[in-house]
Structure formats: structure tokens, C-alpha cells
């Protein structure tokens, strides 16, 4: 049965030679790349019928096509080389989290060495009032906070570390638990807290974060770095 590269050079109107160096050439490469393309091209004008010259519209037009090939592999080699270094640069990047702490959703959160604890929440909508609950990590109410009205996007809150009667809670972990509503309608919602960076990971390609509480986070759903 004719190989691949057999039938290319048949429809060149080229017949291979079988000999034993030509044969392991052929099974050595199945893929032509520019110099044997040039070298294809020479043979078949050499060989070619006087009396059926090849037509020059379609020497031109496979000569265009192995050129636009040639240079979409330049590019893409190219793209490669500036996506391997971006990766690097970032993998840099993401180094400098470990031992920074960063704002993120979720609802775990540590208490401050000086006491209490800061977050945000997003807002899907204006909201008519917004209150922040803090729990212990056995559900335990300790502080209910209202913040009154909020327009719709971030709105920060700020907890003492106090509880309801005055006590000092701690350093937790915490548990936040958000309920935003305009006029009765729940308005949806999303806590942020604050937590450290523990490590960083790079062996997926984009820079995973290590939280306590939080677990991987995706260095892309990091929202502010303190």
C-alpha cells in the first residue's frame, strides 16, 4: 500500500526510486517541512512534461499555502515561547502571597492579632438594610451587627472582637454569615473575609492559594491584598 509520502510525490508526477537509503528516509519522516518542499518543487519542474508543463496558478498557489503554513508554526512557536515566559512571571508572582493576607470569598475568618475582624460583602442590588452575623465554630451567636442601607457593590463592616455582652471572643475561627434585604426581598450577597496565605501551588498552571478555613482558592478570586 502507498505511504502518505508516496502519494504526494505521485501527484508531483515524481516516482521514488526504491532503494534501501531511500526507503529509510521515508521511514524516518512523515512530515515535509520547507527544505524538502523546495526540493519536491525542483524535482517535479525537472521531471515535468514539456508538452504538459505545470500550470503556474497552482505552483503559485501551493507555494503561497506552504508559506502562510510555514508562517502560522513561526507564530505559534512564537506564542508559546511568550506564554512560557508569562507563566513563569506569574508562577513569580503568586510566590509573594505566602505570608500576605488576602481578601476572598468565603465565610471562615480568623480574628486580628490586636482583636476582631474586617470583611467585606458584595451586593448584588441596593439593599435596605444588611446585617453580619459572627458565630464561634460551634454556631454560637456572638455579635449581630446592622449596617443599615448599602448601594449595590461593596460595603465593608469592621467587628471589635466583642461580643453581644462585652467578652472578648477570641481569635476563632469565626463563621460569617451575611443577610442583605431591600424592603422584605432577599438581595443576593457575597461575604468576604480576610485570611492568610499558607502556601502557593503552580503544578496546575494558574496560582492556587492555601487558606485556613477556606481550603485552594484560585489566585484569580482574590479580591484585595493586605
Not at 460551634?138 to 457593590?153: E, F
Request: net charge negative.
Amino acid at each position: 500500500m502507498a505511504s502518505s509520502f508516496d502519494s504526494t510525490l505521485s501527484n508531483l508526477g515524481i516516482t521514488r526510486a526504491t532503494t534501501a537509503a531511500t526507503t529509510t528516509t521515508a521511514s524516518n519522516s512523515t512530515t515535509l517541512n520547507q527544505s524538502d518542499f523546495l526540493k519536491l518543487m525542483t524535482a517535479q519542474m525537472q521531471n515535468q512534461d514539456p508538452f504538459n508543463p505545470v500550470d503556474n496558478t497552482q505552483m503559485v498557489a501551493q507555494m503561497a499555502q506552504f508559506s502562510s503554513l510555514a508562517g502560522i508554526s513561526e507564530m505559534s512557536t512564537t506564542m508559546k515561547s511568550i506564554a512560557d515566559k508569562l507563566n513563569v512571571t506569574s508562577a513569580s508572582d503568586a510566590m509573594a502571597y505566602v505570608g500576605k493576607t488576602v481578601l476572598t470569598a468565603g465565610e471562615t475568618a480568623y480574628g486580628r492579632t490586636s482583636g476582631g475582624l474586617a470583611g467585606g460583602i458584595e451586593l448584588g442590588a441596593a439593599a435596605s438594610n444588611v446585617n453580619v452575623t459572627i458565630t464561634d465554630a460551634n454556631g454560637g451567636v456572638l455579635k449581630t451587627m446592622s449596617l443599615g442601607s448599602a448601594d449595590k457593590g461593596t460595603v465593608n463592616y469592621d467587628w471589635d472582637g466583642k461580643t453581644a455582652t462585652g467578652e472578648d471572643a477570641g481569635t476563632g475561627p469565626f463563621k460569617v454569615i451575611v443577610n442583605a434585604q431591600n424592603n422584605g426581598t432577599t438581595v443576593a450577597s457575597q461575604n468576604l473575609v480576610w485570611a492568610p496565605v499558607q502556601s502557593v501551588s503552580t503544578t496546575t498552571g494558574a496560582a492556587i492559594l492555601t487558606l485556613p478555613g477556606l481550603g485552594e482558592v484560585p489566585v484569580t478570586a482574590v479580591r484585595q491584598i493586605g
